[in-house]
């Protein structure tokens, strides 16, 4: 069994909010999946509230009961392995780890919009029982493949698979587009800065460069399924303009900056889970996405 943590901000809403909910109520129910922790980022709420957690619906505080969507409610009141973290900013890696860090064993980090297909519970079970002293892993994600014209999953290319009559593919086929990571606590630190923004455009690229001075990371999406359920997501270019401690930036000046602090980019390459060995440890950095001659990266 596994534990999985995720997070999730109070001002989600629409349609996505709906798209998460699927997701949360269908790992809550995944067979292999024991229990799941979501950290729940409301910024405004007292600090008295700041890293409270949350068990039992009975436990949210009456002034900010308007805060939890009904459905996270019945999580609460119909599971007893569902718990919410209360925390005011956008969590850290270093975050997440310092938390896990106290509870051993394996766990899955991913992102509140993915979940993991039960007919494919084999090959996640595999990755279950891999040595995590040497290894970690990480999973490129799938989307749903649309057939409108303007839809994301056109612009790119990728990995298909075929499921239940639908088409998904990968983000790209270079190892970017990481939405899931698999490890044991404790997580090893030495040389590592895990004080990256969840979430923030790049992170996944600066997760694994971090994560690859300590451990072989190895992404086995070939066989291990992710997938990730936004429709309606948007593909970021190198002119978006990306807001970081109240400076902003364009990505190109943004990823310039963060490398001058050390948060290089590393992309994983696709392989199989029974690729995953006790390999020789390698720091080298990659990151180059193109389609149509634009450079598309995820959120």
């Known amino acids: 069994m596994v534990k999985l943590i995720t997070t999730l901000n109070v ?5 996505h909010m709906e ?16 229990d799941i922790t979501i950290f729940f980022d409301i910024s405004d709420v007292p600090d008295t509230y700041n890293s409270k957690t949350i068990e039992h619906s009975s436990d949210i505080p009456d002034e900010i009961k308007d805060r939890f969507h009904m459905k996270f409610i019945s999580f609460l009141d119909d599971n007893h392995n569902v718990f919410f973290m209360i925390i005011k900013k956008r969590p850290t890696y270093k975050v997440i780890f310092d938390y ?3 509870i051993n064993g394996v766990w899955i980090l991913c992102n509140a919009d993915i979940y993991y297909p039960y007919d494919n519970k084999d090959c996640l079970e595999k990755a279950l029982t891999i040595n995590y ?25 990728g ?18 587009s990481i939405d899931t990571w698999i490890y044991k606590s404790p997580i090893k630190s030495t040389n590592c ?15 694994n460069y971090q994560l690859s001075k300590s451990y072989s990371v190895i992404n086995p999406c070939r066989d ?24 902003k930036y364009k990505y190109t000046d943004f ?16 392989s199989f889970i029974n690729e995953a060995k006790n390999k020789k440890i390698q720091n080298n950095t990659q990151r180059v996405s193109r389609s149509n001659g634009n450079m598309f990266f995820r959120l």
């Not at 798209?19 to 024991?34: A, M, Q, R, S, V």
């Not at 990995?159 to 970017?176: A, H, M, P």
């Not at 990730?228 to 002119?239: A, F, G, R």
Request: charged share 25%; glycine share 4%; hydrophobic share 30%.
């Open 224 to 247: 291990i399924i992710s997938i990730h359920n936004h429709e309606q997501h948007i593909l970021y270019t190198t002119e978006m303009v990306i807001d970081y401690q109240n400076v």
């Open 100 to 102: 896990t860090d106290k």
């Open 193 to 207: 800065n895990y004080n990256i923004d969840l979430g923030r455009i790049g992170c996944d690229g600066m997760m």
């Open 19 to 34: 798209e998460i909910l699927y997701c949360l109520d269908y790992n809550i129910k995944h067979p292999l999946i024991d």
């Open 133 to 157: 002293d040497n290894n970690i892993i990480c999973l490129t994600r799938y989307d749903k493949v649309i057939n409108e014209k303007n839809h994301y999953t056109n612009f790119y290319n």
């Open 11 to 15: 001002n989600e809403r629409g349609f």
């Open 159 to 176: 990995y298909k698979i075929q499921r239940n009559n639908e088409t998904y593919k990968t983000q790209f086929t270079d190892g970017c």
């Open 255 to 270: 990823i310039k900056m963060m490398k001058s602090r050390g948060f290089l980019l590393k992309n994983i390459p696709f």
